[in-house]
């Protein structure tokens, strides 16, 4: 079955670098095109970063450009969101999305916490 599985969340300080991972299987993952969001608590889900299918085009919230890096690699089916200059604003649920057509999936999340 689908199955999308984030993880290298966890508890940093500001000013620091996570790197969140999602391992995709069950689906084409090389035909989809991929997305992180992220969810705040008392917010709506954003999205913060995408990448198309073959990773030769991204995308950025203007809040994370420049810190922020989403790649993937289609040989081991996996989607990257580098973040470093971690600010307490983006602490929340990282979810990744996989999206071809009217076909969607969703992870389950990683939580991300920046504080000191």
């Known amino acids: 079955q689908v199955q999308l599985v984030e993880s290298g969340g966890g508890l940093v300080q500001p000013g620091g670098s996570l790197r969140l991972s999602c391992a995709a299987s069950?689906?084409?993952?090389?035909?989809?095109?991929m997305m992180w969001y992220r969810q705040a608590p008392g917010k709506e889900r954003e999205l913060v970063a995408s990448v198309t299918s073959r990773g030769d085009s991204t995308d950025y919230a203007d809040s994370v450009k420049g810190r922020f890096t989403v790649s993937r690699d289609n040989a081991k089916n996996t989607v990257y969101l580098q973040m470093n200059s971690l600010k307490p604003e983006d602490t929340g649920v990282y979810y990744c999305?996989?999206?071809?057509?009217?076909?969607?999936?969703w992870g389950q999340g990683t939580q991300v916490t920046v504080s000191s």
């Open positions: 999305r996989a999206q071809r057509a009217w076909s969607r999936y």
């Open positions: 069950g689906f084409p993952f090389g035909s989809y095109n």
